[in-house]
């Protein structure tokens, strides 16, 4: 089982890209293998947390086998690590290939990035903002974007 969002990032990593159902499958087989006993539904909320973290981003890129699943991909904020028997993860689960647009997904979490800065900005939320700030930083590393525009309206949240 994955126990923090850098350790779910590290099960999507190794498959480049997964839809939730895969994502939840294959913590199922890891907690298995590490011999936990644990409801497939146990892993939503911590999904959850790893998306409004950014360790992993939802793509509007949809998944090849059945057309209408998005896909979850390791996120900026994210230093994928490979849980305890997470190498075994490839050899259990089928999971077809995929190929990315990092570009256009580096776009959709800018996009994503954007509007919640607007949103912690008009809250004036501190707190947020300063996790945002790193978030952008990361993000540009992450993907070939700007969002200079986001440290701005983030830096005027926090003056």
Excluded: C
């Excluded at 590290?10 to 839809?19: Q, R, S, Y």
């Excluded at 509007?60 to 390791?74: I, K, N």
């Excluded at 580096?106 to 939320?125: C, I, K, M, S």
């Excluded at 501190?126 to 993000?139: E, I, K, M, N, P």
């Amino acid at each position: 089982m994955a126990d923090t969002t850098d350790e779910l990032a590290g099960v999507v990593d190794l498959f480049d890209a997964l839809t939730r159902d895969e994502l939840e499958q294959a913590l199922v087989e890891l907690a298995f293998k590490q011999g936990k006993d644990v409801e497939r539904e146990a892993f939503t909320a911590e999904i959850e947390r790893a998306i409004a973290g950014y360790h992993l981003v939802e793509t509007d890129q949809r998944a090849w086998d059945d057309g209408d699943e998005s896909l979850l991909v390791a996120g900026p904020a994210a230093f994928p690590t490979v849980p305890e028997n997470g190498a075994d993860l490839p050899h259990i689960l089928d999971v077809p290939d995929r190929e990315l647009d990092r570009e256009g997904l580096g776009e959709t979490v800018a996009d994503r990035l954007r509007e919640e800065a607007r949103t912690v900005a008009a809250a004036g939320d501190a707190d947020r903002a300063r996790d945002l700030l790193d978030v952008s930083y990361d993000l540009e590393a992450w993907a070939p974007v700007e969002v200079g525009d986001v440290r701005e309206t983030l830096d005027r949240t926090l003056d």
